[in-house]
């Protein structure tokens, strides 16, 4: 059975820095994608960062990148999300997902939510003007 344990999240004042993990268990390969994903109240889900497990390849989207950043521990099986200069609009929900890979990192970089096979409980960040 797999499942993703998320961990993290909190209150944060507008250009602080948190830090979520995920880890992963049960899942019956070696290679496969991972994902974060954002929740903003009202709105819809959508991909921020995706990485290729094993692979140690991420991808990042615009509205992230430079600020947020991916680490996998392989030996543990957990993915981190480092975000700092948090803003207000990344207050939300943030969940991570897996999908299959077929050994192709290019399908890491397609953080569409429909296409994600399994999904933490996600952990909520607030971030404060």
């Known amino acids: 059975q797999v499942q993703l344990v998320e961990s993290g999240g909190g209150s944060v004042e507008a250009g602080g820095s948190l830090r979520l993990s995920c880890t992963v268990s049960?899942?019956?390969?070696?290679?496969?994608?991972l994902g974060w994903f954002h929740h903003p109240p009202g709105k819809e889900r959508d991909g921020v960062a995706g990485?290729?497990?094993?692979?140690?390849?991420?991808y990042y989207m615009p509205s992230v990148k430079g600020r947020f950043t991916i680490s996998l521990d392989n030996a543990k099986n957990t993915m981190y999300l480092q975000m700092d200069s948090l803003k207000p609009e990344d207050t939300g929900t943030y969940y991570c997902?897996?999908?299959?890979?077929?050994?192709?990192?290019?399908?890491?970089?397609?953080?569409?939510?429909?296409?994600?096979?399994?999904w933490g409980q996600g952990a909520q960040v607030t971030v404060s003007s």
């Open positions: 990485a290729y497990v094993h692979g140690n390849t991420t």
């Open positions: 997902a897996a999908k299959p890979s077929a050994y192709d990192s290019n399908r890491c970089r397609y953080l569409i939510p429909t296409t994600f096979t399994y």
């Open positions: 049960g899942y019956p390969a070696d290679y496969y994608c």
